[in-house]
């Protein structure tokens, strides 16, 4: 089975199979009157598809309630948020805590709890395909924080990601934020140890993709590195083939 994937900044992306088109944490949407191959969402392009959309929290930089928008132009879109993101008056979306796993149907998405706000998600596809996009779920070590902050953070972070053992996990999107240096690939690299995927899509970038440079590099990479889907402009295009 094959997936399209398109950067369309930061933490969020589209992942497009022959029955779904899954749109992740989106929210910049300028300029104004562009498209998907610039990294904006132009829902005239999505008429008659299977969309839904997904916000892993309420942060300005993983959601904006004009993804309500779209509604107008795909009636049967669908909206799977956290459930601490307050929705518009006038919506439904669905709603998933940390420890909820939801059945839509044609896909069911599990809730994990967030190392920093909402959830990460574990969707599963009924046509076969497993994506995992943690949101903002990451072992969070920050140079200057004191030591037993940063314990704490891996501690939690760990055991959200122990819980997925087992899963056979197509597309990873996975933070590895810039800001954090060389810790960045802490959260991948355990992940990639304790659960793996098929490919994985580096994500938080704040548009910094100059930085994943580095994990062609680092040593923490090098057992998943052909696993590694690169990008470096809003709009590219990279294709998940299952082997």
Request: proline share 7%; charged share 25%.
């Given at each position: 089975m094959d997936a399209e994937i398109r950067y369309l900044h930061h933490s969020g992306f589209s992942l497009e199979t022959a029955d779904h088109f899954l749109i992740f944490d989106y929210?910049?949407?300028t300029p104004k009157g562009c498209g998907l191959s610039e990294g904006v969402v132009n829902p005239k392009e999505l008429h008659g598809k299977n969309v839904v959309v997904f916000a892993s929290h309420s942060h300005p930089d993983h959601y904006s309630p004009r993804i309500f928008s779209w509604?107008?132009?795909?009636p049967n879109i669908r909206y799977v948020l956290a459930d601490e993101i307050r929705s518009p008056a006038g919506t439904a979306p669905v709603k998933i805590a940390p420890g909820r796993t939801v059945d839509l149907g044609d896909l069911t998405v599990r809730g994990l709890e967030?190392?920093?706000l909402g959830v990460a998600f574990l969707i599963h596809l009924k046509e076969g395909l497993c994506v995992y996009?943690?949101?903002d779920l990451n072992w969070w070590r920050w140079e200057g924080a004191p030591e037993e902050n940063n314990r704490e953070m891996g501690r939690r972070f760990r055991e959200q990601i122990d819980t997925l053992r087992g899963e056979k996990i197509d597309v990873a999107f996975?933070?590895?934020?810039?800001?954090?240096k060389r810790d960045a690939l802490l959260g991948a690299a355990y992940f990639m140890e304790i659960v793996g995927a098929q490919a994985v899509v580096p994500i938080h970038s704040f548009g910094q993709t100059n930085f994943y440079k580095l994990l062609k590099t680092a040593p923490e990479t090098a057992p998943w590195r052909?696993?590694?889907?690169?990008?470096?402009k809003r709009g590219d295009r990279m294709v998940y083939q299952r082997h």
């Open positions: 929210y910049l949407d509604q107008k132009a795909i967030s190392t920093d996009h943690a949101g996975l933070p590895v934020d810039p800001r954090q052909k696993k590694i889907l690169f990008y470096q």
